[in-house]
């Protein structure tokens, strides 16, 4: 199989016959294996280990190399993490911007529908970032695809919110608002709505900010009772700028990844060994849609492993990530 095949064929796939899969997924980290420096690099000095699983990439390296399979400079486009301070961001270099297109439309698609959906956005910070963002990229590519009239952004303007909110009841469009974690705290503090009973919230993460960590639950909570839904309303969207997929929480605030990605749970001290079910570790992720960057990456959240699926418990402590990292100077 190769690379041009997966192109086209890794959002047709189905989670009920696995196959597939396993084919498209051996033939992109073999490519991988061979064209990108870097994580042929980590491979060969990690070495061959006796575990059915990939050898996961630290998410860290994206902030210290281009991770590609393509001369970087060929990149049709370079998304970047939002900044920490005067940290380092991380930077996915995209040959392909139209296979990022293709995951994110066809992956809510199967989640929420094919709309039309009145879009909200509040998304501080995000929008201060630009075309470098990959949230923004996504998400004015689903208001192409799937979004009714008068869809925007209602940063800085609660009072755009009720309008906006008031438009769908009338035209009967589900509203859907997509923001970042606190900044929808920020506003539903501040300001009192009543949204549409067929509305949705999807929250995008950012749970910790200068001011306090929340617990996800209790976040859902407030945002139901300040947005005047019911909780289970309520959503969140778990993605990064090192990832081209993304996944939805569905009952319980438990992620379920889209066909093309797998995911997994493992030791922070042997990233190489899956926790047992239930278990507490680092999420790990296979992501088809990265085959041109890499697609098996060690990330720095802490996760438990439910069923088909996975709970974001938050970012690991910095003595597991320090067991996670330590694999980094082979990059």
């Not at 996961?56 to 390296?61: D, I, K, M, T």
């Not at 380092?88 to 139209?98: F, G, I, K």
């Not at 910070?125 to 925007?152: K, N, P």
């Not at 503090?189 to 999807?202: C, G, Q, T």
Request: charged share 20%; proline share 5%.
């Amino acid at each position: 199989m190769t690379i041009d095949q997966v192109a086209h064929g890794f959002t047709k796939l189905s989670r009920e016959d696995p196959k597939p899969f396993g084919a498209m997924a051996a033939a992109v980290l073999e490519h991988q294996r061979s064209s990108n420096p870097v994580y042929a690099r980590y491979c060969n000095a990690i070495g061959s280990r006796e575990t059915p699983l990939p050898t996961f990439l630290p998410v860290e390296a994206f902030r210290r190399a281009a991770v590609a399979a393509f001369p970087p400079e060929e990149a049709e486009h370079v998304f970047e993490s939002s900044r920490t301070g005067s940290g380092t961001p991380s930077r996915h270099y995209v040959r392909n911007l139209a296979i990022y297109r293709d995951s994110a439309a066809e992956h809510f698609r199967q989640i929420f529908g094919e709309g039309p959906f009145l879009f909200v956005t509040h998304l501080p910070g995000y929008e201060a970032q630009g075309g470098t963002s990959s949230l923004l990229y996504m998400i004015d590519h689903l208001v192409d695809r799937f979004g009714a009239a008068g869809s925007g952004s209602v940063l800085g303007d609660a009072g755009k919110l009720h309008d906006l909110a008031e438009l769908g009841a009338r035209s009967r469009v589900p509203l859907l608002v997509f923001g970042a974690a606190f900044g929808l705290l920020d506003l539903v503090e501040k300001h009192e709505f009543s949204l549409p009973h067929d509305a949705l919230v999807i929250e995008t993460g950012g749970i910790k900010t200068h001011r306090r960590a929340i617990e996800r639950g209790e976040l859902h909570r407030r945002l139901a009772q300040g947005f005047g839904i019911a909780a289970s309303a309520v959503r969140s969207e778990y993605g990064m700028c090192e990832l081209l997929s993304q996944c939805y929480s569905r009952e319980a605030g438990i992620f379920v990844p889209p066909p093309w990605m797998r995911a997994w749970v493992v030791d922070p001290a042997s990233p190489f060994e899956e926790v047992s079910m239930g278990g507490t570790g680092a999420l790990a992720v296979l992501d088809l849609a990265n085959m041109h960057s890499a697609s098996a990456v060690l990330t720095q959240d802490r996760a438990v492993r439910r069923n088909d699926g996975f709970e974001v418990l938050g970012r690991l402590a910095g003595a597991e990530l320090r067991g996670c990292n330590f694999l980094l100077e082979h990059v």
